[in-house]
């Protein structure tokens, strides 16, 4: 049965890796209250799950999931959280497990999974939970569904940054449901080829849960080695933002401007808070004009590189105030 997406490719994903920067910057909370999406619209309509469903929804806004963006956000197996459930995907590892309705063992549904919408444009927040889900493992070799797990992730309009919300758990056999020598991984997966078998990098989170590190080592091996010591606590919060350019300017400095990521396949974000229309020039890294005197509204600026050379070039913004220099590689 198919139970997890890194189950099904870890050998590929553990074996053809190699480092690379993790494009988000990681920031840990424990402790934090943790409320359940009760009022959510539901993945499954009520109906059992057996783990290995996939749901798609569509999102009010685009998000950039690190170099893939879309308004797609599907839910693949219960545990990954990615821009689409085929094809070429980039997402999010939610627990490194397989994932069970408690309800299996009788003929209704007690693992609601479902999504909601907070805030107003243009910082809204997306939210899926999958709540008092069953551990797989302990169905197929316990015959029991004792233990439990609540999961939400949110995806933030605008900034593109993604939280990991955990809740009330049960875990009593970890060994049995973590197949990576019971250690728990979750993390980012960059450009998956569900066709090809390929991908870009995984990264992963490894230590204590409290103060984890990340980690993208490759390994001979068809499971990792190492990962989140325990399971996370009732309240943590990962919190996984876009890194930025750094900002190199040329005469004063160009307030109200944020060029993201630095690391991009096809889509580049310029976000425009300065109050007022601003041009820019597109360079390549010896200074020649690819395109020139493009005017970015106020606001968030979507821009297509996907015909781009791989490579390292430059975004000129010019204003009223000066002008600044953001640095962006075309992968």
């Known amino acids: 049965m198919k139970t997890s997406l890194l189950l099904l490719v870890s050998f590929l994903f553990f074996s053809t890796l ?3 920067q993790f494009p988000y910057s990681l920031t840990t909370q424990t402790g934090q209250t943790y409320t359940p999406l009760s009022a959510g619209v539901s993945f499954n309509g009520g109906n059992l799950w057996e783990g290995f469903e996939n749901y798609m929804v569509t999102m009010p806004f685009s998000f950039n999931y690190g170099s893939t963006t879309s308004n797609n956000f599907g839910f693949m197996f219960e545990t990954i959280a990615a821009s689409d459930t085929q094809n070429i995907i980039s997402g999010f590892s939610l627990i490194y497990s397989g994932l069970i309705d408690r309800g ?3 003929s209704q549904s007690l693992s609601p999974i479902r999504y909601t919408t907070s805030g107003t444009a243009p910082n809204r927040i997306f939210k899926a939970e999958v709540f008092n889900a069953g551990l797989i493992n302990e169905y197929f070799d316990y015959q029991t569904l004792n233990d439990s797990v609540d999961i939400q992730i949110w995806l933030y309009e605008t900034s593109n940054a993604v939280e990991y919300h955990f809740g009330p758990s049960r875990i009593t056999y970890p060994v049995d449901y973590f197949s990576a020598n019971g250690y728990d991984i979750i ?3 960059k450009n998956v080829n569900l066709n090809t078998d390929t991908l870009d990098n995984f990264y992963y989170l490894t230590g204590n849960p409290s103060s984890p590190t990340i980690d993208s080592a490759a390994s001979n091996s068809s499971e990792p080695a190492n990962g989140l010591t325990t399971y996370p606590a009732n309240g943590t919060v990962y919190k996984f933002t876009p890194k930025t350019t750094g900002l190199n300017n040329v005469g004063i400095a160009l ?4 060029v993201y990521p630095t690391l991009a396949a096809n889509t580049l974000y310029i976000v425009n808070t300065a109050g007022s229309n601003i041009s ?5 890294i010896t200074g020649a004009v690819v ?4 005017t970015l509204a106020n606001g968030k600026n979507t821009i297509d590189i996907s015909m781009l050379a791989p490579g390292m070039y430059i975004i000129k913004a010019v204003g009223a105030h000066g002008q600044g220099l953001y640095k962006f590689v075309k992968e």
Do not use: H, M, Q
């Not at 820019?280 to 390549?284: E, V």
């Open 104 to 106: 299996a063992l009788g």
């Open 280 to 284: 820019y020039d597109l360079l390549s």
């Open 187 to 189: 993390g980012f997966y």
């Open 18 to 20: 190699s480092r690379a």
């Open 291 to 294: 395109t020139s005197n493009i």
């Open 255 to 258: 307030k109200g401007i944020d």
